[in-house]
């Protein structure tokens, strides 16, 4: 359980770190999984697109840079399944996602939404530009978490998260999202902030050791550095909501979600969860988190 202050200082900048949340065995048997998974399923890629590339990083690191990454590692090792879906921390999220009276009644309801990996390989491995993670999968209100498991210990060398203090506190905030390349042509890219606005200089950096959870809220501003080191630097984000936050965009968009505490409130005239596969363009079900016809 969270303590008081915990929960005080989540909601008042935004983030928090909690220390060992994984014991020592559990941590190996997912640091193992992992490796596997990035020899096995994993993508590896020039990462995040945009022009900040170039702000942030020098010519030669910028045509270097990679990240290896997945998502919904829960789907391929029981070890990720069981770990994401631990009750101490479903009930660290539910004291974090409370109202008032939910508190006051055993603690709000919490879903899993999905979990997703980066691993920054060694030397050149990718830095992230500052932004909200609500640009990436939007919802209606900010009662959603993210937390980082940490694989390996984190430091300035190897990039570990970095926070603007009380950033939450601005609501979700328009990103840029396209830009006008050396072409002269529009281009699309990944969701980022203004970097000159937005800066990695004026961020807390929130070190951690294998084994503890970072977590933060989806309108926390956030980025890291490049991993500099002789090794990879290993850390899969796992997203956790209130079942009554509506998806309105993005990853993993109408897909239902686990239930971890609690129950899911039935609005009115709400449909249940369809059983059909993805049928529009967007790769969406048919039906969205809410059960209405999209
Ligand atoms: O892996 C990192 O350093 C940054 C992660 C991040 O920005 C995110 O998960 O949204």
Not at 148 to 173: C, M, P, Q, W
């Amino acid at each position: 359980m969270l303590s008081t202050e915990q929960i005080a200082f989540y909601h008042e900048h935004g983030y928090l770190h909690m220390p060992a949340v994984f014991t020592v065995d559990e941590t190996a048997q997912l640091q193992e999984d992992l490796d596997w998974m990035i020899k096995t399923w994993a993508n590896v890629g020039v990462g995040w697109t945009g022009p900040w590339r170039k702000q942030i990083m020098d010519l030669e690191t910028e045509a270097k840079s990679k990240l290896i990454a997945m998502h919904d590692l829960h789907f391929y090792a029981q070890s990720w399944m069981k770990g994401l879906t631990k009750a101490s921390i479903a009930e660290s999220m539910s004291q974090l996602l409370s109202s008032e009276s939910e508190a006051a009644n055993g603690g709000a309801p919490v879903e899993m939404h999905h979990s997703t990996m980066h691993v920054k390989p060694c030397q050149t491995g990718h830095p992230f530009p500052m932004h909200q993670d609500h640009a990436f999968y939007g919802h209606a209100d900010n009662r959603f978490i993210d937390a980082l498991v940490h694989l390996d210990d984190t430091e300035h060398a190897n990039g570990e998260i970095r926070f603007i203090d009380g950033s939450h506190k601005l609501g979700y905030l328009e990103h840029i999202t396209s830009f006008v390349n050396d072409a002269g042509e529009k281009e699309v890219c990944t969701p980022h902030l203004d970097q000159n606005v937005y800066r990695l200089e004026d961020t807390v950096a929130v070190p951690a050791k294998a084994g503890d959870l970072v977590i933060f809220n989806i309108n926390t501003i956030h980025g890291s550095y490049t991993n500099t080191t002789e090794n990879m630097r290993r850390l899969v984000r796992a997203g956790y909501r209130h079942p009554d936050n509506t998806q309105t965009f993005g990853q993993s968009c109408g897909r239902p979600s686990l239930m971890l505490k609690g129950r899911r409130a039935r609005a009115e005239d709400q449909l249940l969860f369809g059983i059909e596969g993805p049928t529009n363009a967007a790769g969406n079900s048919a039906h969205d988190a809410f059960g209405v016809k999209m």
